[in-house]
């Protein structure tokens, strides 16, 4: 899959906590206020004279586990961040969650953690589809999975896509479709209704066929979900209502994150979106006899790393700095750190695509449980504060 670069308007001049120009509505709508406490003003830039030329370290974020847990920002990240800013050292943003447009997301970030996240900044699970979306669904009903009220229609329309439905708009108009679910009047608003049938004897979405399924985000109704998506695959031409009787699946599925568990503000890691995919899966075995053919992004897939360097040089050079420095063999990156708390996307991520790792204990993986990480990290830290610190040290950044 190769990549044209994206770029939405950037967050540059977004104004910090206390002076958002941002809407009342829009901070209810993206649902990103933090509960951080003790806040401490950013340290001041400890740049050192170095050697190596300015911004040849590089750093890639998860967010969950990382910078935050749940809607707790850890101050440490905070620190972190403004210390690179003020060292000028580019860094990226890169999580496995998503269901919220790009720049949504980038001014909600920004407010959180206090510095400007620029568009080119930013790697959700679903970004790397955006121009594959667009080219080949741009006029075509796509079914969307997952996210809080219709939040995942707004990426897919941000992407350009004209045509895509949510489960609630099915079962609006399909009440049986999954009758263990009813629809109450704070739900409509984030509803639409299809093109009228054909007839008038015709079932609503009879005249509508599906060419894809992308699950954006984690699905909040996993027995609708998978029961709607279940039917579209096995189904004739897309269209609800009919069963395939022979020949190759035809609507495509996405899965944008492959996470089996993530880390929240709850003590134990929940189960995600890898965990939905991974019931779907068999439940569509059983059930059909077939294997869903699907295209699955995130990290750790090679995917989404290659697009993450397509982002960094992008930031690189809007920086005025080089290209990312290859070290060794094909695909590895000198100097450029993911710092994650999930050994098995971001830590495997890292080592398959050839980039040093910093594993935080802050999120999914917890030294107190005595089994070590599944994936080895260059070196494990307390938290991001500590990783940035001990990279920027070994590199003669700071003192």
Not at 55 to 72: H, Q, R, Y
Not at 197 to 214: E, R, T, Y
Not at 283 to 292: A, F, L, M, R, V
Request: net charge neutral; with cysteine.
């Amino acid at each position: 899959m190769s990549f044209s670069l994206f770029l939405t308007p950037s967050c540059r001049s977004l104004p910090r906590l206390g002076g958002s120009s941002i809407s009342r509505g829009a901070l209810q709508s993206t649902s990103f206020s933090s509960r951080s406490l003790n806040s401490q003003p950013p340290p001041p830039s400890r740049r050192l004279p170095s050697s190596s030329p300015r911004g040849d370290v590089s750093f890639v974020f998860d967010i969950d586990g990382v910078l935050k847990k749940g809607e707790i920002v850890f101050e440490g990240a905070k620190r972190a961040l403004a210390l690179l800013d003020a060292n000028q050292i580019p860094y990226l943003l890169c999580t496995n969650g998503g269901g919220m447009p790009e720049q949504d997301r980038c001014k909600a970030l920004s407010e959180e953690l206090e510095v400007n996240i620029l568009a080119n900044q930013l790697v959700q699970s679903h970004t790397p589809l955006r121009h594959l979306l667009v080219s080949k669904f741009a006029d075509s009903p796509v079914l969307v999975i997952g996210g809080k009220d219709d939040h995942c229609r707004k990426v897919a329309l941000s992407y350009g896509l004209t045509q895509p439905y949510t489960p609630l708009d099915l079962l609006r108009s399909l009440p049986s479709l999954w009758p263990f679910r009813t629809l109450v009047p704070s739900d409509l608003p984030f509803t639409i209704l299809p093109p009228a049938p054909d007839s008038p004897d015709a079932k609503p979405f009879s005249n509508v066929a599906f060419k894809a399924i992308v699950v954006l985000h984690d699905s909040r109704d996993w027995g609708l979900d998978a029961s709607v998506m279940s039917e579209l695959i096995a189904s004739e031409g897309g269209v609800l209502g009919t069963v395939r009787k022979e020949g190759e699946q035809e609507v495509e599925v996405y899965f944008c994150n492959p996470d089996l568990v993530w880390g929240s503000d709850y003590p134990l890691a929940r189960y995600g979106a890898g965990a939905f995919k991974s019931s779907l899966l068999t439940i569509h075995k059983e059930s059909t006899g077939q294997e869903i053919v699907s295209t699955q992004l995130g990290k750790p897939h090679k995917t989404t790393y290659d697009f993450v360097k397509v982002m960094l040089d992008s930031h690189r050079k809007g920086m005025g700095l080089g290209r990312v420095a290859k070290a060794g063999g094909e695909g590895g990156y000198k100097n450029v750190w993911m710092v994650g708390d999930n050994p098995a996307s971001d830590i495997q991520g890292a080592n398959i695509n050839g980039l040093s790792s910093l594993l935080v204990s802050t999120g999914v993986f917890r030294p107190s449980s005595g089994v070590p990480p599944a994936h080895t990290p260059t070196k494990i830290v307390s938290d991001v504060e500590e990783g940035v610190e001990w990279v920027l040290r070994k590199e003669g950044v700071i003192a």
